[in-house]
């Protein structure tokens, strides 16, 4: 990554680096947003500002201004009119050893720009993962930088031919994909796991419950995913994904599945034909 790719600020003031002592390095305190660019544009802008909004709001940080925001992506992403990836990460800022939350501190902003990731293959190939998910309400639902969970789990395999790995909460129940909501067709109905308890409440799972007739949350069992008709994957990068195979269990197409992606498309045309 270039320095043309990255703007980092202190407050509203531009910085070269990340400060060394700054509390999202150290601890992981801060939120952060994946977003998909398409036609030079951020899509779903106003829902990942809301989430990043809302996420500054619980851990007691101070968010940007969103027109101030959106000047300075604007400013990153010109004359970048093709797809890609942008990334805002929102810290405390910086602050002295220890846990102990700074009485006054000027929020780190940092904004990056990446390639749009390789379109999938085909249906995803996924497996279960051994990491169980830790249960914590006051972080529940968050986009919050401590990621470690994720990275342990993405480390459980090499295998090109796996795609994703489903996790389990600590209580047994499915809980999420290493870095995408899962969505199971059961008796009709599209179901996901809540996320009271643990996981992220994702930008593209959060349109499909509110634009899909019958779509819901709900605690579902490894068996429940396993014996669905249909399964799939979203995030904000790369949409809907339908999942074709998960250890011994296959799914052929689901005509539900593919007008779900068709749907997608037609609100979203970044979307459109994935």
Known sequence: MSTADVAIYRGRERLAAVDATD?????????????RVHAGAPVWWDAHVARLRHGAARLGIAAPDAAWLRNEVDALMAG??????????????????????????????????HPLPPPAPGPLVVRWCQL?????????GLKHLNRLEQVLARAEWRDEAIHEGLLLDA????????????????????????VDACGVAGIARAWVLANVPDAAEATLQPADVEGADALFLCNAVRGILPVGRLGDHAWAPHPALAELQRQLGRAEPAFEGS
């Open 132 to 140: 169980r998910m830790a249960l914590q309400p006051a972080l529940a």
């Open 23 to 35: 509390r999202g390095l150290a601890y992981g305190d801060g939120v952060f947003e994946t977003l």
């Open 171 to 194: 209580a047994g129940r499915v809980a999420c994909a290493t870095a995408a909501n899962v969505f199971a067709r059961i008796d009709g109905r599209w179901l996901t796991p809540r």
């Open 80 to 113: 970048q009119g093709g797809p890609g990836v942008l990334k805002l990460v929102l810290t405390r800022g910086t602050g002295g050893r220890g846990y102990r939350v700074p009485d006054e501190a000027a929020p780190t902003m940092v904004l990056s720009r």
